[in-house]
């Protein structure tokens, strides 16, 4: 089992920034993908970033290229999200999630584990 906790959200005025972490526990994640998504209510939950853990190769989705960065940081077993230039429409309940996938999956159905979730809000 891995549990992951994440932590770092809050409120923002558009064109800020924040950091969300997620600290990871439990079995090691060192071969896993690490991946962040995001919830809003009556959406589906949606692919944001995601790294693998041995190597720190990175992928994310076109809304967000450019703003946001996905790092780890091995010795203290979490994954950041750094956010910049906000948007209202970054909104969000932001969740962490671990996958045993040999690629990088960008559906909720590619990760075994997730966090339970911290929320952002960007204001316009």
Known sequence: ???????????VQAGGSL???CAASGRTVSDHIM???RQVPGKAREFVAAIRWSGGTTDYADSVKGRFTIS?????NTVSLQMNNLKPEDTAVY????????????????????GQGTQVTVSS
Not at 1 to 11: K, T
Not at 72 to 76: F, S, V, Y
């Open 1 to 11: 089992q891995v549990q992951l906790v994440e932590s770092g959200g809050g409120l």
């Open 19 to 21: 950091s969300l972490s």
């Open 35 to 37: 991946g962040w998504f």
């Open 72 to 76: 780890r940081d091995n010795a203290q």
């Open 95 to 114: 969740y962490c999630a671990s996958s045993t996938s040999p690629i990088f999956p960008i559906s909720v159905f590619g990760y075994d584990y997730w």
